[in-house]
């Protein structure tokens, strides 16, 4: 079970750290992502970790703004978000994959993971 908070209402310009705890300890996720989604569209692709090894991906539009980190020992989760616009305004849901490892660069679709957290409210005001 995956559980997002962090969310909240910032100013542009600012950063806000949403993280992204699994509660089951004695899971493996070899993949955790985040998507987000605003209303009338489709759920986008933000970030990507690998569970064991590190392996970090951003999607190019976000590169330089946000990272993508975890903490193995917390089973949790980070999405570091700098610089914020209005633009970065959605719904943010982190979600994991229990398959087996394709690539870091294979789960960038939602298909791609089994297990989705509920969804954290990030609102940037002009």
């Known amino acids: 079970q995956l559980q997002a908070f962090g969310g909240g209402l910032v100013q542009t310009g600012d950063s806000l750290r949403l993280s992204c705890a699994a509660s089951?300890?004695?899971?493996?996720?070899?993949?955790m992502g985040w998507f987000r989604q605003t209303p009338g569209k489709e759920r986008e692709f933000v970030a990507v970790?690998?569970?064991?090894?590190?392996?970090?991906f951003i999607t190019n539009s976000l590169k330089g703004r946000f990272t993508v980190s975890r903490n193995n020992a917390e089973n949790t989760v980070y999405l570091r978000m700098n610089s914020l616009k209005p633009e970065d305004t959605a719904v943010y849901y982190c979600?994991?994959?229990?398959?087996?490892?394709?690539?870091?660069?294979?789960?960038?679709?939602?298909?791609?993971?089994?297990?989705w957290g509920q969804g954290t409210q990030v609102t940037v005001s002009s």
């Open positions: 979600a994991a994959s229990n398959g087996d490892y394709r690539g870091i660069y294979d789960y960038n679709k939602i298909a791609d993971y089994e297990y």
């Open positions: 970790v690998s569970w064991s090894g590190g392996r970090r």
């Open positions: 089951d300890r004695t899971f493996s996720y070899n993949a």
